[in-house]
């Protein structure tokens, strides 16, 4: 029976990925990727290797969604050992499980092999302890932007704002000041801190720790990729103090 795997890709460090990724990245026959995997991994590719680009940049996408389920499933059933490689985790705000759906449902088994997602990578890099006994026993991942065409917002960050210990946040980074103002209408203070982690684990990978009143001002541009962490954990980093541009 064909078979497409899909794989997590981890978060950018080419080396965050599992034995079993890279033992499928170097027996494919076709690889379809995305924007946010380690591009480096492409080399170790097979070298009659056939590498298609899939990614989905803010605003503009290269392929929809429709067409890379159909490019998967024609590639399997030309009996070609397919890998479709996801940025971090496949199954966290990535497209892997429809991906999943559409092949079973037509005759094609589906692998999926976890990876190291963003969410808590990107807190991890900058010694954020976003689960930490006596500091924070819960955290929700949520996303920051959501399908306008939806009608509504999914995501109600003024009834997160004090249900969980820490919040991290995805694909924030155009709504970080709204989603700002909403926390603090929730009810969290001025005070908590927040770590905006941007590009972790790829070249130039840096975190801004600012304070959710300061974010709430509107004045800071967030660049992408960022994961956004908010709570009382991101204070608790050894490195909370030292590289602060922003805090008064
Ligand atoms: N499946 C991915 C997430 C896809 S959604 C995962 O598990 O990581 C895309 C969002 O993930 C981006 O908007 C950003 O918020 C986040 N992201 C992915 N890689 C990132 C990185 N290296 N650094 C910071 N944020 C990242």
Do not use: W
Not at 52 to 58: A, D, L, N
Not at 161 to 183: D, F, H
Not at 233 to 242: E, H, K, W
């Amino acid at each position: 029976m064909p078979r497409v795997y899909v794989v997590g890709a981890g978060p950018g460090d080419p080396e965050l990925v599992t034995v079993r990724a890279l033992r499928l990245i170097e027996s494919a026959d076709v690889l379809v990727y995305d924007r946010l995997i380690p591009m480096e991994l492409l080399k170790r590719a097979k070298p009659n290797a056939e590498l298609i680009y899939v990614g989905k940049e803010p605003g503009r996408h290269v392929m929809e969604q429709g067409e890379i389920n159909n490019l998967l499933l024609r590639k399997a059933l030309e009996g070609k050992l397919v890998v479709r490689l996801h940025g971090g985790d496949p199954f966290v705000f990535g497209r892997g499980f429809e991906e999943c759906s559409f092949l079973i449902s037509n005759g094609v088994e589906c692998e999926v092999v976890p990876g190291v997602t963003s969410a808590i990578a990107a807190p991890e890099q900058f010694l954020i302890p976003i689960l930490l006994r006596g500091v924070s026993s819960s955290l929700a991942i949520v996303t920051g932007r959501e399908d306008p065409g939806k009608g509504f917002r999914e995501v109600d960050f003024r009834r997160l704002a004090t249900s969980v210990g820490t919040i991290i946040i995805l694909m924030g980074a155009s709504e970080t000041c709204r989603i700002a103002l909403e926390l603090i209408q929730g009810g969290l203070s001025e005070a908590t801190p927040v770590a905006i982690v941007t590009r972790a684990y790829m070249e130039n990978s840096r975190v801004l720790f600012i304070t959710l009143g300061e974010l709430a001002k509107c004045q800071v541009a967030v660049e992408n990729p960022s994961v956004i962490i908010v709570g009382r954990s991101v204070s608790l980093s050894p490195l909370y103090n030292t590289s602060n541009p922003i805090r008064h």
